[in-house]
């Protein structure tokens, strides 16, 4: 092995890692060891599709190898991807994933300063671009409903019905907290925005037995 085929692995290492540390920090599925591991072996796949091409000259497509990652990975990617409730979660992290295999394929093939720029884009995009995606555009288009509710069921079930009697399409629905001493719980529901029936839906909210709070983030 040339001592710069190992400078090749160790950089598709740093790129994906620093990729895979971000979608740590947000507890996703594929993280840290999941990116590294992608996007090194996408980068030892290109450096083998090389090392091929030049023993057997033209018979060798160093392009083959390349393509069957590029779609290979979507596998890959699709294992990360889950449906809960309304909502589908992981679709970003599925397309770093497919993003990471092409860094790490452009670093085998040694086009480093392409992969370094790609990195640098791919980060800014989940970094900053996701604060401006949830303070103006999903705010725009989403409102947060927070409903304290007691240890009862049918009150969760009416409140169900109630918003789909709405037309409130539910995004997404997560239990906040638990107190287990008032035998209570918190339940925030993101909404499409129903600004025009907000007050009359909060009033009907309240009017439900089991319902101790109800209020719009």
């Not at 300063?113 to 949830?134: F, G, R």
């Not at 705010?139 to 109630?162: F, G, H, P, V």
């Not at 909404?191 to 319902?211: F, P, Q």
Request: proline share 0%; aromatic share 8%; with cysteine.
């Amino acid at each position: 092995m040339e001592t710069l085929d190992i400078y090749r692995l160790l950089l598709a290492v740093l790129f994906s890692g620093l990729i895979g540390l971000e979608r740590e920090k947000h507890g996703r599925a594929a993280g840290f060891r999941t990116h590294i591991l992608v996007g090194t072996a996408s980068c030892l796949l290109m450096l083998t599709s090389l090392y091929l091409h030049k023993i057997y000259g033209s018979s060798a497509d160093p392009s083959r190898i390349a393509a069957q990652v590029v779609s290979g990975i979507g596998f890959l990617g699709a294992g990360t991807i889950i449906r809960f409730r309304a909502s589908i979660k992981g679709l970003t992290t599925a397309a770093s994933l497919w993003a990471v295999a092409g860094i790490g394929l452009a670093t085998g093939a040694g086009l480093y300063w392409h992969s370094a720029a790609t990195t640098l884009i791919i980060l800014a995009t989940l970094y900053l671009l996701s604060s401006i995606e949830n303070k103006v555009l999903k705010k725009s288009l989403l409102k947060t409903l927070q409903i304290e509710l007691s240890d009862n069921m049918a009150a969760l079930e009416q409140a169900r019905t109630l918003l789909k009697e709405y037309g409130a399409e539910i995004k997404e629905f997560e239990i906040k907290s638990i107190d287990k001493d008032k035998r209570s719980y918190i339940i925030e529901w993101s909404l499409k925005s129903l600004d025009k029936h907000a007050l009359e839906l909060t009033d009907d909210l309240n009017r439900i037995s089991g319902v101790n709070r109800v209020r719009w983030l």
